[in-house]
C-alpha cells in the first residue's frame, strides 16, 4: 500500500474518532462511511503488519470505499441541511393505523422521501427505535419509521411508508 493510501485510511479514521464515531443525529450514510474507514484502518494495519501485496491491494480497496461513502455521507447531509423542512400538517382522520394492512414499504423512494427521511433521523431516534412521524411529502402521504438498518443494531436509519392504496 502506497505512503498516501495508509495516510488517507489514517484520515479516515481519526475524523470519524474525533467525531466520537458519528456527529448526534448522523444518518446511516455516515454509519455506513465510519464503519467503511474502521474497516480500511484495521486493512491498513494488516498490511503494515504482514507486508504482503494482497493484504496492500485489500487495504488500498477499503480505503477507496471509505472514502466513496464518505463522500456520499457528506452530500446526503449537504442536501437534507439545505432543504426547508414541511410546514406543520394535519393529518387526516382517514388514514389507516400503522403499522397495519393500509401501508406499504415506499419504494420506488423519491428524492424527497429521502430527503426527508434524512432530516427526521435525529428527531426520530430521540425517541429511539420504532418512532414514527406521518406526514405528507411530494402530495401523499408518508409514515417514516425509525429503524435499526442491520442485525447487529448499530446503523440507525428511517424507513418510509405510503399508503398501499393511494393518498387519503
Known sequence: ??????????????LSQRRGGLPPGAPAAS????????????????????????????????????????AKASAQQTRAASTPA???QARPSGLPPFPGPGW????????AIVTRAQQLLPV????????????????????????????????KGVTAHRLRGGNA
Open 1 to 14: 500500500m502506497s505512503a498516501f493510501g495508509v495516510l488517507f485510511v489514517l484520515f479516515l479514521l481519526g
Open 31 to 70: 454509519d455506513a462511511a465510519a464503519q467503511a474507514a474502521k474497516a480500511a484502518a484495521d486493512a491498513a494495519a494488516k498490511a503494515a503488519e504482514s507486508g504482503t501485496p494482497q493484504d496492500a491491494a485489500k487495504a488500498q480497496e477499503a480505503a477507496q470505499t471509505a472514502q466513496v461513502l464518505t
Open 86 to 88: 414541511p410546514f406543520p
Open 104 to 111: 406499504k414499504a415506499a419504494i420506488p423512494t423519491n428524492p
Open 124 to 155: 426520530l431516534w430521540r425517541i429511539g427505535p420504532g418512532a414514527t412521524q406521518v406526514e405528507q411529502t411530494r402530495g401523499e402521504w408518508i409514515t417514516y419509521l425509525a429503524t435499526f438498518m442491520n442485525p447487529q443494531k448499530t446503523i
